[in-house]
């Protein structure tokens, strides 16, 4: 974990109270966008553990997945594909596969959904996210690249939040602890 990068990266982070009846602050990343020699390093720094592992494409879930996803990719020099969400209100058409999540950090299950002609047997997946919490979208993320006879090689987040044993288990790499993280 690049430690320069890392306390650039936890200080640009914001807490939102979203208002009236909300129950918890919520994260607001936009500075990691802002700053334009972070947004520079910020795919480098996240596919740097899993370059010996060769991946031949990046997927990243909705809607944060999206702005990290393809800083990633391009580091790497391979492809994107988005995994999309029902709620984005724009699921793509065509062959779809599908998985739903266990519960996420905040109790939902999510689904997900990545289009047939983005993976194909035998890719080799590095996930891509803003945070990982419970694992719970990697899990689904995962699935649907097992039913799709690609491999997973492991998920760069920026923010690792989640339990040791679920990091090692899912081979999470992150760039920030979130226990650097103060709200
Ligand atoms: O480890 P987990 O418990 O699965 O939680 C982490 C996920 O939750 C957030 O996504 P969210 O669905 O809130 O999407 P966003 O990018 O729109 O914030 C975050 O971006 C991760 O994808």
């Given at each position: 974990m690049p430690s320069e990068l890392s306390g650039r990266l936890a200080a640009l982070v914001r807490w939102i109270d979203p208002g009236p009846g909300a129950t918890h602050l919520v994260s607001d990343v936009s500075g990691w966008w802002r700053d334009p020699e972070v947004l520079a390093r910020l795919g480098p720094a996240l596919v740097e553990p899993f370059?010996?592992?060769?991946?031949?494409v990046v997927v990243s879930p909705a809607v944060t997945g999206y702005l990290l996803g393809p800083l990633a990719a391009t580091a790497l020099g391979v492809g994107f594909v988005p995994a999309h969400k029902p709620g984005d209100g724009r699921l793509p058409a065509g062959a779809l596969t599908w998985a739903q999540s266990p519960p996420d950090f905040r109790g939902r299950r999510v689904d997900l959904a990545v289009r047939d002609h983005g993976l194909q047997r035998g890719d080799r997946v590095l996930v891509v996210d803003d945070w990982v919490a419970t694992g719970a979208q990697v899990r689904a993320l995962y699935e649907i690249c097992a039913a799709r006879g690609a491999e997973p090689v492991g998920t760069a987040a920026v923010?690792?939040?989640?339990p040791p044993a679920i990091a090692t288990e899912l081979r999470v790499r992150g760039l920030v602890d979130g226990a650097d993280l103060t709200a």
């Open positions: 370059r010996a592992a060769r991946p031949t923010v690792l939040d989640c």
